[in-house]
Each structure stands twice: as structure tokens, then as C-alpha cells.
């Protein structure tokens, strides 16, 4: 990776960019610590301060975690990826089951263009009702609950919390020009570019806590930390190579076809998805306990003792069989091998010793199942390695390498370097992938 960098600095055309996407990053970090007007920085930091160490194990953990430590801070940039991330989600799953937004989908180009405008309007719309309940929370006190101290210079001003609510609306509309702008003129993909920046900037003083309390767990944390990276950089790396090849056909007076390729199907083929849903799911019992603190429902109590906190032995077989189901299930939805062996079918392409059509997709399926299964197991174990440190070692809800953060930490960095790879192959640099 280091290598690839260095040789990219040296061509004037990727060093540009490269400038230019380390340029929008340090500007996306300045709005992540920027304040947003009518908060009281002094009372903040105090809260802040005092929370740190729980942050993740409330309701707002994910948001927390995708937005660089800027939530509990109310910059401008408070919201983060997290309600593109959200909306693209959405967007995914209305796709299958609204048939406009299918046919959109089928259209190429043009198609996928219009969906992007529907994310970004959705975006807006979702950043609108987070940043409202944010506002809320500090304005009652909640988002911090056990800090005294007002967040806010003004909380029974209407205009100034209005105010608020369309500044950290309007950060989030940033980000996404930022991210645009970074995939049009940088490196990479500049959402994931973004949401990569947002993970690593916590990395420093998560490190720095651990190494102060115990230098011991922190070697730990550190080996562990090693060889998590190795684990998923391997498994992020295997696929399932399906050979395809394509008949000699004559189009006017020329022959296409005869050619070999491959189908990629990989061991992790649903990505960091089903990680993010289950999280999102489990958030709701923290949510129904935080509302109904003082009910004698046996059913309220039974969820506070077993679903709300992640040290149970409930919580994390729940949390386990979600991401195994959600795995399954996005997988379903993102990859159609009936459609698959239909164009394959239509354009002339075979799989060897399988008939095209019925028989292909059929075997597409099988494949895809039993490998989905490595994959789904992966997931879960990864993303248990600071659940299970919380409960076993009574380490921080902060444990840096969580299986979230590493799974968006290695899949960025591992396409972004092949995307660097790839410029400079075009670029005719021999020896470069020896």
C-alpha cells in the first residue's frame, strides 16, 4: 500500500488528486469539530468528557461511530455519512420492491442518476428528523443524561434551535458535495473516502485512553487489533471465480464472442450491511427501555435485563443470528442469478458442463448459498470480538477495533489502493505489480 502511494506521488495527474482528496478531507474534519451556533462549548466538553466512556452503548451509537466522535460534540458536521448511509440503504431495498425504481434501475446510466437524486432528497429529509431529535435530546437534557450542565446557550429559544436544526441539515448536504467532489476529482470513492475518515479519526485517543490506563491491555488490544486487520483483509479477498464463456455469434459482417470470463462471487458478497442493520435493530429494546424506565411490565424489565446492554449472553446470540439473517437476506435482494443467467442466456454466455437458462441459475444459486455461509459467519464473529471483550475483559464500549470500524477501515483501503493500481497500470508503469 505504501509503495502504491509513493509511486503515485510521483506521477503530476494522481498526485493531484491525491492533494486534492487530502485537501476536502482536512476541510471535512474542520466542520466535524466546528460548533454549531447556540451550544455552549465550555458545558459541552464538560458533558462530553463525562460520557466518553459510554458513548457507543446508548441509542445513538451508530451515528456516534460514523460520525468521528463530531455527534456528542453538535458540530456542523455532527450527522456525519450516517443518513446517506441510511437513505442509500432504503433506497436498495424500495428498488426490489417498488417496480419504478426497478425499471429505473434496468435503465444504466441514466437510471441509476435519478435513484441518486431520490438518495438525496431522502437524505435531506432524514438528516432533518435526526438533527431535530438531537436538538431535542440536548435541549431536555438526555443526550447527556448523567451531566447537569446546559448544552445549550439558549434551550427556550425556538429561532435558535430551529436555526441549529437547519445548520446540521445543511452539514450533511456538504457531505455529500464533498463526497461527490472526491469521487469526480480525487481518489476512491468519496463517500467511503469520508466514512473511512470518520472512523480513523477516534483511532488516536481510543489508543491513547487504553495506553494510559493499562499498557498491558493495550498491547493486547494491539495484537488482537493486528490480527483482526489480517483476518479480514484475507477473507475480504476471496471470492468465487465462476468461469463463463461466450459463443462465436455473427453481428452484420463481423464475429463477436468467443471469449472467457469469470463470474466473482465473494466469500463476504453482502459487505458491512448486515451489521449496520442488526445494530440499527437492537437499537429499539435500548430505546423501548429508555422510554419506560420506571414500568413494572415484566416484559420491559425482561428486555432491560437482557436485550438493552451488550453484556449479556442474550444480547449477544441475538445480535449473531441477525447478522447471519440479514446477511442472507441482502444478498438475496443485491444478487438475482435468475437475472444473471438470463443475460448470460441472452448474450451468448454459458457456464462449462452447466446448460444456460433454468440449469444456470440454479447452480448460481447453490454456489451462492454455501458460500454466503463462510461469509455470514465471518460477519458475525467480527463484529462480536468488542462485545465479547466488554463482557469478558470489562474492557471500554470504546474497544477501537471493533469488527464495524475494521470491516470499513479494510474495505475502503483495499478498493482504493486498487483504484490507485489501476490508474498507474493505464499509465504504462512497468514493474509496479511485481
Known amino acids: 500500500m505504501l509503495t502504491a502511494f509513493t509511486r503515485a506521488f510521483r506521477t503530476p495527474d494522481l498526485r493531484k488528486k491525491l492533494l486534492f482528496t487530502l485537501g476536502i478531507i482536512a476541510l471535512f474534519r474542520l466542520g466535524s469539530v466546528l ?25 445513538y451509537g451508530m451515528v456516534q461511530l460514523f460520525s ?21 440503504i432504503i433506497l436498495q431495498l424500495l428498488v426490489v ?3 419504478r425504481l426497478e425499471a429505473l434501475k434496468k435503465e ?42 446546559d448544552v445549550l446557550l439558549d434551550p427556550d429559544n425556538i429561532f435558535g434551535i430551529v436555526t441549529m436544526v437547519v445548520i446540521m441539515t445543511a452539514g450533511t448536504s456538504v457531505i455529500m458535495w464533498l463526497g461527490e467532489l472526491i469521487t469526480d476529482r480525487g481518489v476512491g470513492n468519496g463517500m467511503s473516502i469520508l466514512i473511512f475518515t470518520q472512523i480513523v479519526a477516534v483511532f488516536p485517543s481510543e489508543l491513547a485512553n487504553i495506553f494510559q490506563a493499562n499498557k498491558f491491555t493495550f498491547a493486547i488490544v494491539m495484537v488482537v487489533g493486528v490480527f483482526m486487520i489480517a483476518a479480514v483483509v484475507f477473507v475480504e479477498q476471496g471470492q468465487r471465480r465462476i468461469p463463463v464463456q461466450y459463443a462465436k455469434r455473427m453481428v452484420g459482417r463481423r464475429m463477436y464472442g468467443g471469449t472467457s470470463t ?17 445494530s440499527s435493530l437492537l437499537y429499539l429494546p435500548q430505546l423501548i427501555t429508555s422510554l419506560f424506565q420506571t414500568s413494572d411490565n415484566v416484559v420491559i424489565q425482561w428486555v432491560s435485563q437482557n436485550l438493552a446492554t451488550g453484556d ?46 433454468r440449469p444456470t441459475a440454479e447452480y448460481l444459486n447453490f454456489v451462492l448459498t454455501r458460500l454466503t455461509a463462510p461469509g455470514a459467519l465471518y460477519l458475525g464473529l467480527i463484529s ?9 475483559a470489562g474492557a471500554s464500549q470504546n474497544f477501537p477495533f471493533g469488527g464495524t470500524s475494521i470491516l470499513i477501515m479494510v474495505g475502503v483501503g483495499l478498493d482504493t489502493v486498487k483504484q490507485i493500481e489501476s490508474q498507474l497500470q493505464q499509465r504504462n508503469y512497468e514493474g509496479f505489480l511485481r
Open 312 to 357: 449479556t449472553p442474550i444480547y449477544m446470540a441475538t445480535f449473531f443470528l441477525l447478522i447471519v439473517f440479514f446477511t442472507y437476506f441482502y444478498v438475496s435482494i443485491t444478487f438475482n442469478p435468475t437475472e444473471v443467467a438470463d443475460n448470460m442466456k441472452k448474450y451468448g454466455g454459458f457456464i462449462p458442463g452447466i446448460r444456460p437458462g
Open 68 to 88: 468521528g466522535g463530531a455527534l456528542l460534540k453538535l458540530s456542523v458536521f455532527a450527522l456525519g455519512i450516517m443518513p446517506y448511509i441510511t437513505a442509500s
Open 384 to 392: 462480536m470480538v468488542p462485545i465479547v471483550a466488554l463482557a469478558v
Open 262 to 278: 469469470y463470474i466473482p462471487l465473494k466469500v463476504n458478497q453482502a459487505g458491512i450491511i448486515p451489521v449496520i442493520f442488526a
Open 97 to 99: 420492491v417498488i417496480p
Open 35 to 59: 460548533p454549531t451556533p447556540g451550544v455552549h462549548v465550555e458545558n459541552l466538553a464538560a458533558c462530553f468528557d463525562q460520557a466518553r466512556s459510554g458513548e457507543t452503548g446508548n441509542i
Open 108 to 149: 444504466g446510466q441514466a437510471g441509476q442518476t435519478k435513484i441518486t437524486q431520490y438518495t438525496r432528497y431522502l437524505t435531506i429529509g432524514l438528516a432533518v428528523l435526526q438533527s431535530t431529535a438531537f436538538i431535542a435530546l440536548a435541549r431536555t437534557g438526555q443526550l447527556f443524561p448523567n451531566c447537569q450542565q
